[in-house]
């Protein structure tokens, strides 16, 4: 009896400690700290937090890399007015760090003090914002034919910021270079540019992007100057010119500075003084063309860093001419005399006979249409009314030596009593076969 108590006394001494040693793990690992790494903009603010699941009223502490302790459960141990409680509680500690500098990049530890001590470390990341990019290596103006180097440099990244060019936001290759300095990075770019008047106006940026630069970039731009010599060209109003119209000329040049005024010039020499041509500073216009503005036209721009001329070539075309037909001739033409005609004068224009006593004049050109016109149309009358007579009497043949043959008993007697004819009947006889 006493052997089988003693057996049982053993085995429940067995259980207990079983028991503790499973309680005794699972409290640990209840209360084990639980951290999380940070990454903060520089000049930003830092949250550290340490929680536990299961706390026991054991106290939690923060220290910095150096060891210092930070904070020990509300307690604040560090002087530091940019290290603020945040929440302090027996799961959790929550400190704050504000304006946070590179300075403060480390491994931050939460400790809880239970036997043994726990403790959990979180890497707390600072990121260097890069500096606003300068350009350098640009003077202003540029001579068409220079050749520079642009240099765009930023410092103060971490990590190395990576840096663009662009060329009117179309994006262009530079040569990049990196240096350390300290825990940030100097990044330099370079552009090598051979300058012609196509990059007079032309805006070069240089763009900076970087992990800490989330909503925007850092960015420069500068434009070019490029100062090169006139090039001038003629635009004109219409293609083809005809008589008796509108044409304007506009002499473009195209230079920097820019060539003002122009000169125009004809044929080498100055433009005719004529009211007809106005000069009004790059146009030259004329306002009714004729074959006299027939000849080249120059146009002649002029810097300091040179001169330049276009030519037009001016040939005025007749107008075409637009004339309808009329089937009917026209009725003959009074001279448009500013007083009424009297019965010589209409005498005259109809007849063609001119009063001696008058003063000779021009000749009248319509006049003399219209007296040969009535002239045609009598005659075209004449001719048709000819025509039909002759028509009409086509074939009748009728003599004075057949009169009163109609009562004769043949021929030969009809000739014989033909009148007027009695002696000479033999000389007269015909023969119809």
């Not at 084990?32 to 939690?60: K, W, Y």
């Not at 300075?103 to 914002?129: I, N, Q, R």
Request: aromatic share 6%; hydrophobic share 35%.
């Amino acid at each position: 009896m006493m052997v089988k108590q003693h057996m049982l006394f053993t085995l429940y001494s067995i259980c207990g400690i079983v028991l503790k040693d499973i309680l005794a793990i699972s409290g640990a690992q209840g209360q084990f700290p639980i951290v999380q790494n940070m990454t903060v903009t520089e000049g930003g603010i830092a949250n550290l937090t340490c929680r536990v699941e299961h706390n026991d009223n054991t106290s939690l502490q923060w220290s910095n890399p150096a060891q210092q302790t930070l904070f020990f459960g509300d307690k604040k141990a560090l002087r530091d007015n940019r290290i603020e409680l945040v929440r302090a509680t027996s799961q959790e500690l929550t400190i704050s760090i504000s304006e946070v500098t590179l300075a403060d990049e480390g491994m931050y530890t939460c400790s809880l003090f239970t036997m043994p001590v726990k403790t959990a470390k979180a890497f707390l990341t600072v990121l260097g914002v890069p500096k606003k990019p300068e350009i350098n290596g640009l003077t202003k103006p540029l001579l068409e034919g220079d050749q520079i180097t642009l240099t765009c440099v930023t410092s103060g990244s971490k990590p190395a910021a990576d840096v663009r060019w662009f060329k009117n936001e179309k994006e262009v290759k530079g040569a990049k270079e990196v240096n350390a300095s300290g825990k940030t990075f100097t990044v330099k770019s370079s552009l090598q540019l051979l300058v012609n008047r196509h990059d007079d106006g032309v805006a070069y940026t240089c763009r900076v992007d970087h992990v800490s630069l989330t909503a925007t970039h850092e960015e420069t731009t500068q434009v070019l100057e490029v100062h090169y010599a006139p090039y001038v060209e003629i635009k004109h109003s219409i293609p083809a010119p005809l008589e008796g119209q509108y044409l304007k000329l506009e002499c473009v040049p195209h230079g920097n500075p820019s060539p003002d005024p122009v000169l125009w010039t004809k044929d080498g020499g100055e433009l005719p003084d004529l009211d007809r041509v106005i000069v009004e500073g790059r146009e030259l216009t004329f306002m009714s063309l004729n074959k006299t503005d027939n000849g080249t036209y120059r146009c002649e721009a002029t810097n300091h860093l040179g001169t330049s001329q276009a030519e037009y070539k001016l040939v005025v075309k007749d107008a075409p001419t637009t004339s309808s037909p009329s089937t009917a001739s026209p009725a003959p033409t009074l001279p448009d005399n500013t007083g009424p005609l009297d019965s010589k004068d209409l005498n005259s224009a109809v007849t063609g006979n001119r009063d001696p006593n008058a003063l000779p004049g021009p000749p009248d050109h319509a006049l003399i249409g219209g007296i040969v016109a009535v002239v045609v149309f009598a005659t075209l009358c004449l001719i048709i009314v000819l025509g039909r007579y002759l028509a009409r009497h086509k074939g009748t043949y009728l003599t004075n030596e057949a009169k009163g043959a109609d009562d004769a008993p043949d021929a030969d007697t009809a000739i014989i009593n033909a009148d007027g004819n009695h002696a000479h009947a033999e000389e007269k006889k015909e023969y119809f076969i």
